[in-house]
């Protein structure tokens, strides 16, 4: 399946943003779907993920700001990220993994990957 990201850009501390990842699959409901992060200079690090059934996980720095969502009847998933801070500045990629019904925040357990989209919170 191909992934394309989406909706990245410069913004002020305490904004918001919406990214999305289109999906080549007719369907989404057979991948976990995940958003991964990576700043300069540091590892990739999980972000969110949203589970064959619906069940969605946060990483720490994000949760409660964050939120994951699909539409499968567009093949897309949304992150919405509110009170943006200097600090989720990177470059954000979706990712999919067909095996698992949960999902992973490995992102070695991800087969598919997104190109990327920059997000750059000013202070």
């Known amino acids: 399946v191909q992934l394309q990201a989406s909706g990245g850009g410069l913004v002020q501390a305490g904004d918001s943003l919406r990214l999305s990842c289109a999906a080549s699959?007719?369907?989404?409901?057979?991948?976990?779907m995940g958003w991964f992060r990576q700043a300069p200079g540091k590892e990739r690090e999980f972000v969110a993920r949203i589970s064959k059934i619906g069940s969605t996980i946060y990483s720490g720095p994000v949760k409660g700001r964050f939120t994951i969502s699909t539409d499968n009847a567009k093949s897309t998933v949304h992150l919405q990220m509110n009170s943006l801070k200097p600090e989720d500045t990177a470059v954000y990629y979706c990712a999919a993994e067909a095996a698992s019904v949960f999902g992973s925040s490995r992102a070695s357990d991800y087969d598919y990957w997104g190109q990327g989209t920059l997000v750059t919170v000013s202070s």
């Open positions: 699959a007719r369907t989404l409901s057979n991948y976990i």
